[in-house]
């Protein structure tokens, strides 16, 4: 190092100095005092302490502090002190000067040199820019009032504590690990807090539906309000915030709004500088610029094509760019990154690609009375991502795997339940095998922690004769509560009987161990309310199950919480999600609903104004007694009901696992035959129990007379009037296998046959399987036990039909007139009609 | 270089969903939104008997035909299981917040 003497003078003592020298080293300049380029600055001073001189510009007026420590700041965990990196000392320690609060303004590349706000300008030799990111703010009106900011430096924090201060209600805008850490913080000291996603789950690109779930219902359970789905419209206030509203109309008071939607690249200064900029500004492996003297590092720039947002990138990137600056050549390669929440008490960890896709293999665990969830994604026998809940002290140990690129297929059975019993149950005498696991385990081991059921109990009650999963359940209540511990149960059977297990009931699809009726038991027993909740409870093993589990829990769910379950309409099938048929076209026939069979001019006309309209090739008189308009498009749909509607028709939910028709003789109104009112019974019948969703499609016919030309003895419900009164027969087909019905009873009144038949459809629909009709219905539990719920039991009768018709109260809202009202009106639309012409 | 077409935003796509776009050749285009925020974009015909596989169940990564239940795979095309068959795909992606599909793929696909 050289020093060169730039001018000598006197001191008023008349010493002889020869200070100050001209500093002749390369001139290092930093924009940015944060978490990379400092930590850039201390990288370069352990391999060569002495050979740049180091000037750091900082926007904030601080000396570097540990930006991701803000949080626990928030939550008065820390405070500033104790999140500080590099005091003042630091810089005079190292000779480096630090101009905080000046942020640099421009950067002359042809000077090489940079100005700052204050005027100041300094000539470099080397320029690193480290300029991080601003944070998204999402253009609605009001993002500037006072009170709106974002989580982003130490100067957001203490907006908020002053917030705080003054108590009342803050909106987070965005549920992400940002959010809801700002959301946290802001709850501890004391806000009431509600958070706003615009997506259906919390952080949706780190977790996936399932734990995004699991972290809603914790943070609502800490008295945050979650809104997912959730968009804003605009923020409002006289002179400062006083509340969010939503697009739906929504209106959220609250005196501070945080926005926590995202964060990009600070890269302006660069992009004006002429530095070549994409996402971020572009680094090579050294993390050199398109300017060989201009550096960059940290979230401002984009590295191979990738942009990070976590610290743990930075770490690599840095020494990267001191072994660049002192001649060293070990380039950055890019970083695989994780997240964890540190929220307190909440622990959540993801990692690599969980998103799953071709080839990959999803292992999940559930484990619903504490809480877990733990999803590990294997492709090639490596693991490519994993997500976990509630237990992520083995999300190290996943990460490790997955960044070695180590081979699982030896200790992949055993994977999922984490390092200590993967590693451990290998070593401990060569145990791959989950069997081989449980075999080794004590006698005392606790296999079901609901019941508190150990191994030697399991093992007692199999010895005893149980050779099957439901009979163990029965026999000693392991794996009957939660069933977390249904495979251990399964292993054991298997260890003890060795072939000679039974295979259990036949399960629900390939998602789940449980049968159907297991899970509609569950879902009443423990309450369950929303399809991922039943997912997560009962362990399926899918990330969202397949389209024959999710349209069956979409039932289960509607039936056992009428009124409050919300439906999900993707977990229905297409002609329930279009209220219309499908046809082999893909175009769509409609059938509106014509009470009893009956019609009239004015019905008869609209019909034919529609079939001329929309130019439908084919109309049809259906099996049912109604008209069915054939070759409607998707797009055509809204309209044609509205035109429907406006002649007074509903939808005849032709279409739906539901009550279909009515079918009707003309009785004893017009009939040289009739006994009864058939007609006005059907019609009566129809206007109670149209609308209501059922396990299947299902049908009902009233006849006047024996001779029965409704032919209702094959329907699900059908009525044959006698003179004495009527007769009611249950569980007839024509499908596949025909079957005519079992006569259930004879009622005297035309009341009792409305009761008996709301009594018996809510049977029905409480009881039997998903897309099983009353037929294989009623030949599985026998027409002795219907009769035994029905007829034997005035009470339970009364009972059920009062269920149905509360149910009833909730469905029959015409979902023809919903659409046509606008109601989800843009699915039945193309995205977006692009014009391309042919090349 | 590829040509992208912007054909709207995340949200106008129910997540486990699907929209289609509409090009002046023969076919339409699925874009699909799965439960896990992903994108893919398939012609909209099953390689079955052409059911439009926009309005099918959409799980995990797969859909479910609508008109005779054939599960295609979304990243491929391919019909799943002991099925046999393949849907073309198009070329999707998400950046400044709006989706794009690749438009010479698009072209061809619709033809
Ligand atoms: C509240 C919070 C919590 C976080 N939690 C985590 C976590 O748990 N785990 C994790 O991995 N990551 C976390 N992060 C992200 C992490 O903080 C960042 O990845 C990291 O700080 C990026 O480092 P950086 O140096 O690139 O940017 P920053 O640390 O933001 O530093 C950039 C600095 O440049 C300054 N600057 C900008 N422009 C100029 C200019 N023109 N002139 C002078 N100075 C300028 C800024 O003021 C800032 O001080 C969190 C971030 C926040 C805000
Ligand atoms: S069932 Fe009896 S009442 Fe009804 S139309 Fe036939 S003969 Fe007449
Ligand atoms: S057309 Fe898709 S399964 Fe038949």
Redesign the interface.
């Known amino acids: 190092m050289e020093f060169q003497v730039k001018d000598e003078r006197r001191t008023d003592s008349g010493d002889d100095v020869l200070v100050p020298f001209e500093d002749v080293r390369e001139h290092l300049v930093v924009v940015g005092n944060g978490m990379a380029g400092c930590r850039a600055v201390e990288e370069l001073l352990a391999r060569d302490a002495g050979r740049y001189r180091v000037t750091i510009f900082g926007a904030e007026p601080y000396v570097n502090y540990n930006r991701i420590m803000l949080s626990p700041v928030l939550a008065g965990e820390k405070t500033f002190e104790q999140i500080v990196i590099n005091d003042a000392a630091w810089y005079d320690d190292n000779g480096i000067e630090l101009i905080a609060g000046d942020p640099v303004t421009g950067i002359d590349r042809a000077a090489k040199a940079v100005t700052s706000q204050s005027g100041r300008t300094v000539h470099y030799d080397k320029l690193l820019i480290a300029t991080g990111s601003d944070p998204f703010i999402i253009p609605v009106p009001g993002k500037d009032l006072p009170g709106v900011i974002s989580f982003r430096d130490m100067k957001d924090v203490d907006t908020m504590l002053e917030a705080a201060g003054k108590g009342g209600s803050a909106v987070v805008i965005g549920g992400g690990l940002l959010g809801l850490e700002a959301a946290h913080g802001l709850t501890l000291r004391g806000m009431k807090v509600t958070v706003i996603h ?3 789950t919390l952080m ?2 780190q977790l ?2 399932a734990a995004g779930w699991l972290l809603k219902t914790a943070l609502e359970g800490r008295g945050q309000t979650i809104l997912t789905g959730a ?1 804003t419209a605009e923020i409002y206030g006289e002179g400062q915030v006083e509340g969010v509203r939503l697009k739906d109309g929504r209106d959220i008071p609250a005196s501070l709004v945080v926005m926590a939607v995202g964060i990009r690249p600070a890269t302006s200064l660069a992009r004006e500088a002429g530095l070549e900029v994409n996402r971020g500004i572009t680094v090579d492996d050294h993390m050199v610029t398109s300017d060989p003297d201009v550096l960059a590092v940290g979230e401002c720039v984009e590295h191979d094509g990738n942009v990070y947002g976590l610290v743990a990138p930075l770490w690599d990137m840095c020494r990267s760019l001191a072994d660049g600056l002192t001649d060293q050549h070990t380039g950055y390669k890019g970083s695989v990154t994780s997240t964890k929440l540190k929220v307190a008490g909440l622990d959540v960890f993801s990692v690599g690609d ?5 080839g990959c293999e999803d292992i999940v665990l559930r484990d619903a009375s504490r809480g877990v969830y733990k999803r590990v994604v294997v492709k090639d026998d490596r693991i490519v991502g994993a997500v976990l809940y509630g237990d992520t002290a083995d999300g190290g140990w996943y990460f490790d795997l997955l960044k070695k690129g180590e081979d699982v297929s030896d200790i992949r059975d055993l994977l999922i339940f984490g390092q200590a019993y993967a590693v451990l149950g290998a070593s401990g005498g060569g145990a791959l095998d989950p069997k081989a696991a449980v075999a080794v385990l004590s006698d005392d081991a606790e296999i079901c922690g609901c019941n508190g059921v150990s191994k030697g109990q399991v093992v007692a009650c199999i010895d005893a004769g149980a050779c099957s999963l439901d009979a163990v359940r029965a026999g000693c209540k392991a794996s009957a509560s939660c069933g977390s511990c249904t495979g251990l149960v399964e292993n054991l059977l298997a260890v003890v009987l060795g072939d000679d297990v039974k295979s259990g009931p036949k399960t629900m699809c390939k998602c789940t161990s449980f049968g159907h009726d297991d899970v509609r038991r569950e879902i009443v027993a423990q309450d369950m309310r929303s399809i991922p909740e039943v997912m997560q409870k009962l362990h399926w093993s ?6 024959s589990c ?2 069956a829990l979409n039932y289960y769910l509607l039936c056992a919480l009428p009124g409050d379950y919300v439906d999900d ?7 329930e ?2 209220h219309a048929n ?1 046809q ?3 175009t769509y026939s409609v059938v509106p609903r014509m009470w009893g069979g009956l019609t009239n001019p004015r019905e008869l006309r609209a019909i034919a104004d529609v079939v001329e309209k929309y130019d439908a090739p084919m109309v049809k008189v259906t099996g049912g007694q109604r008209l069915d308009i054939f070759g409607i498009k ?1 797009e055509d749909l809204p309209a044609v009901w509205a035109d429907l509607n406006a002649a007074g028709m509903v939808s005849g939910h032709a279409y739906g696992k539901s009550l279909r028709t009515v079918k009707t003789c003309v009785g004893s109104e017009w009939c040289r035959f009739g006994t009864q009112d058939s007609t006005g019974l059907g019609v009566k019948i129809e206007r109670m129990t149209w609308g209501s969703w059922m396990p299947h499609k299902f049908k009902i016919a009233a006849s006047g007379c024996p001779r029965n030309c409704a032919e209702a003895t094959i329907k699900d419900f059908g009525v044959v009037c006698v003179d004495s009164g009527y007769e009611l027969h249950v569980g007839g087909n024509g499908g596949i296998h025909v079957r005519a019905t079992d006569l259930l009873c004879k009622v005297a009144t035309e009341q009792e046959a409305l009761d008996y038949c709301a009594a018996f459809i809510q049977l029905y629909r409480e009881e039997a399987r998903y897309l099983e009709r009353t037929a294989p219905w009623i030949e599985r539990v026998g027409v002795d036990y219907i009769k035994s719920r029905i007829v034997e039991d005035d009470a339970g009768r009364e009972a059920l039909r009062s269920r149905f018709l509360y149910s009833q109260s909730f469905s029959q809202e015409d979902p023809w007139a919903e659409r046509a009202a606008g109601a989800n009106s ?2 039945h639309q ?10 | 270089m590829t040509d992208w ?1 912007d ?2 935003t995340l ?7 699907a ?7 023969e076919k ?1 285009i699925a ?1 699909f939104r ?5 994108l893919f974009a398939l012609v909209n015909e099953c390689p079955h ?4 596989l926009s ?7 797969s859909v ?1 035909c ?2 005779h ?1 054939w ?1 295609i ?1 979304l ?2 095309g391919e019909a799943q299981g002991n099925d046999e068959g393949c849907t073309p795909t198009i070329a999707v992606k998400e950046e400044g917040g709006r989706i794009w599909i690749a ?1 010479p793929m ?2 061809q696909a ?2």
């Open positions: 615009l997506m259906d949706e690109r996936d539906e968009n969980f998103s799953g896709g071709e899918t990330p969202d199950g397949c389209s999710r349209p309409q993707q977990s229905r099938f297409v002609n999600r279009m499908i082999k076209d893909g998707k843009e699915l193309p995205l977006q009609p692009i014009a391309i012409a042919a090349e | 077409i054909i709207g949200a106008d796509i129910p997540q486990r969903g929209r289609t776009v509409q090009l002046s050749g339409e874009v799965t439960g896990d925020d992903q008997k052409k059911g439009p309005q099918g169940i959409v799980h995990g990564h479910a609508p008109l239940n599960n795979a990243k491929t438009r698009a072209m619709a033809a």
